[in-house]
């Protein structure tokens, strides 16, 4: 069975640039979540997306965004891209509770 | 607001040379708790999930337990290839979807 996975592996962006994530989950799994990992630091809840519709958000500015379609891959976009916007950016999958990670996106803004 | 601390930081063992993890958790309901594995530069890898006080759960070399206040993930006879970051984390019934997360442990296991 094939896990979650994520695009681009590596994405390196400019100050005020926008970046776009994606990330497709496990089949069958309706549930996506966005988390960001910068460097020293755990993970961070960002985003939760099931059934199409935005459940729960983290402490996070607007400028982080997403979305999900209708075979539950999801977006994430960050608008105005700062500095320390630079992290791995984590996406999951679930059926019930239990989340399962994909590979990241390492962001890196200069 | 839900927290997770784990213990230690950073913790070195010799080949065979067993120990334990420490997660302890504030929430208010638990729905599950978590342990992971994280690899560096990797997705975490998912472990175990915990419901209920006393449960205890079992793979390879690996046992997470539970209590109201903290869990353990005990390591029995560690080798090299089971090192690597140990995150822990929970979720709580009225936080629907978001899992917090611990810092993690870092595991070296020296041959």
């Known amino acids: 069975e094939a896990g979650v996975t994520q695009s681009p592996t590596h994405l390196i962006k400019t100050r005020g640039q926008q970046a776009t994530l994606r990330c497709s989950p496990i089949?069958?799994?309706?549930?996506v979540y966005w988390y960001q990992q910068a460097l020293g630091l755990g993970l961070q809840f960002l985003l939760w997306?099931?059934?199409?519709?935005?459940?729960n958000r983290g402490n996070f500015p607007p400028r982080f965004s997403g979305r999900q379609f209708p075979n539950y891959s999801s977006e994430l976009n960050v608008n105005a891209l700062e500095l320390e916007d630079s992290a791995l950016y984590l996406c999951a999958s679930s059926l019930v509770y239990e989340q399962y990670f994909g590979p990241g996106t390492r962001l890196t803004v200069t | 607001e839900d927290q997770v601390t784990q213990s230690p930081e950073a913790l070195r063992l010799q080949e065979g040379e067993s120990s334990s993890l420490n997660c302890s958790y504030t929430v208010s309901g638990l729905r599950g708790l978590f342990w992971y594995r994280q690899d560096p530069g990797k997705g975490p890898e998912f472990l175990f999930t915990l419901y209920s006080a006393g449960e205890e759960k079992e793979k390879e070399r690996l046992k997470a337990t539970l209590t109201k206040k903290e869990s353990f993930l005990h390591i029995t006879a560690p080798k090299p290839e089971d090192s690597a970051t140990y995150l822990c984390a929970v979720q709580a019934v009225f936080h629907a979807g978001k899992s917090t997360f611990g810092d993690g442990t870092t595991l070296t296991v020296k041959p």
């Open positions: 089949s069958g799994h309706t549930s």
């Open positions: 997306y099931d059934e199409g519709e935005e459940r």
